[in-house]
């Protein structure tokens, strides 16, 4: 009987660091983290890729401030209205025909306040708020269809005419330009190792409206997926 309680003993001070460890490192309530996040984001019916670095450290009990850096690889949806109007302008005003396209990669900074919902278990769920600056990037690209072009030539279908548009004053083509983005959301954090998680989450974006591009602000819906460590 002796041997046994000293054996529980031991095993129980030697369990006891490791208890420790894991929640004041790698579980509940963690001293900061830092995790990479991929996924996707949809924005007025265009979908496009998210990607971001994101880090915080502990201000008070499962209460974290972050920062992070992101690239949306696509937000045409906010470009849309200029092309929809220079192809407008340009089939009414000179019979020229074309079609609008392009892209608008946005990178981004933010930061803001990180509250983890404290579990009986492993999983760390959380919700978040932020606010930062977006980087908008446009983009245009206008192809021929059918007409004349302002010099008179008629190019090939499908032939790139940006250039030619821009010259001749038929485009101007909009600036880079920052906007103030605005973030909520939440995710969980499932353990799979000493320190290491998965994490998922749910991201809401809003982006200030840019007066060269559009009037209504940009809303951006977007699930993450990644791999952090929490120490």
Do not use: C
């Not at 996707?40 to 971001?52: R, W």
């Not at 974290?64 to 092309?83: C, E, H, I, S, Y």
């Not at 954090?189 to 991201?203: K, T």
């Amino acid at each position: 009987m002796r041997t046994l309680m000293m054996t529980a003993a031991v095993t129980v001070l030697a369990a006891a660091p490791l208890l420790a460890q894991e929640k004041g490192a790698g579980g509940q309530d963690a001293a900061g983290y830092v995790t990479g996040l991929g996924g996707f984001a949809s924005s007025v019916g265009n979908t496009t890729g998210d990607v971001l670095v994101e880090g915080g450290v502990r201000i008070a009990p499962h209460m974290k401030v972050f920062g992070n850096v992101g690239r949306f690889g696509n937000l045409q949806a906010d470009l849309q209205p200029t092309l929809d109007a220079t192809t407008s302008a340009l089939a009414n005003n000179q019979g020229l025909n074309v079609i609008g396209g392009g892209s608008m990669p946005a990178t981004y900074v933010s930061g803001g306040l990180r509250v983890e919902v404290p579990t009986n278990t492993r999983l760390v769920p959380y919700v978040l708020g932020g606010i930062g600056v977006a980087r908008l990037n446009p983009a245009a690209q206008f192809t021929f269809s059918s007409g004349t072009m302002p010099d008179g030539s008629s190019p090939a279908t499908g032939a790139d005419v940006t250039a030619a548009l821009v010259s001749s004053g038929g485009f101007t083509a909009p600036p880079s330009s920052n906007a103030l983005m605005l973030t909520l959301g939440g995710g969980l954090q499932v353990p799979v190792a000493l320190h290491w998680v998965i994490d998922a989450g749910y991201r809401y974006s809003r982006i200030a409206a840019d007066d060269t591009l559009t009037a209504a602000p940009l809303n951006a819906n977007g699930m993450t997926f990644g791999f952090g460590y929490r120490f």
